[in-house]
């Protein structure tokens, strides 16, 4: 009787927590294999932050140049949708976390609605990149109250080993406009 009683309740509590994508502990976005080949050394990583700040340099000097009738600056796109990885937490230009490691990105239009047909997200080791897109997308959700954003992607990592990855986020909206985001994961 107390089974019947409460089984109902207890099958909706079980589909919310494990059919959430958001909160799917054990949905990989990488297998082990390509984790491995993820993961930079020391080295590439260090690289890798050096390029990004000698970019980042370069594009506050940005002159404007005309695309047609439109200005616009190699600087910054200040016309694409807006990419906000809120965890984690980013510290300077690295974001660093221990496993497993929950992504949280906003995504926000902001002159046109998005194209999430444009969504792109890779893991990139030098010339090497791996599309995890179609793998992303059951992690899309709308946003809850409170969220600044159009789209949520919220998703968990659970087999990330300690060590530094880069991920690449890519997305335009109705209009053209595109914005590219580039992640540096420190997991410890």
């Known amino acids: 009787m107390l089974l019947r009683k409460y089984s ?3 099958a909706f509590i079980f589909l919310f927590f494990f059919s959430n994508p958001g909160y799917t502990e054990h949905s990989p976005l990488f297998s082990d294999n390509e984790l491995e080949q993820l993961k930079l050394t020391q080295e590439e990583w260090s690289l890798e932050l050096a390029q990004h700040q000698k970019f980042l340099s370069v594009k506050q000097d940005a002159q404007p140049y005309t695309t047609g009738d439109k200005i616009k600056f ?3 796109n200040e016309l694409g949708p807006i990419v906000s990885i809120i965890d984690p937490t980013p510290v300077g230009d690295i974001y660093r976390s221990a496993a497993p490691v ?3 990105v906003y995504l926000k239009s902001r002159m046109a609605p998005i194209n999430l047909d ?3 997200v890779k893991g990139k080791r030098g010339f090497f990149s ?3 897109t179609d793998r992303m997308m ?3 959700r709308d946003p ?3 969220e600044n954003a159009d789209y949520v992607i919220d ?3 659970p087999k990330l080993s300690a060590g530094h990855y880069v991920l690449t986020l890519s997305l335009a909206d109705m209009q053209g406009n595109q914005e590219d985001h580039k992640a540096f994961l420190e997991v410890f």
Do not use: K
């Open 130 to 132: 791996l599309n995890i």
């Open 8 to 10: 109902l309740p207890l």
């Open 138 to 140: 059951p992690f899309m």
């Open 102 to 104: 929950r992504l949280l």
């Open 74 to 76: 190699d600087s910054d």
């Open 155 to 157: 998703a968990r990592i």
């Open 118 to 120: 444009s969504l792109r």
């Open 144 to 146: 809850l109250d409170g």
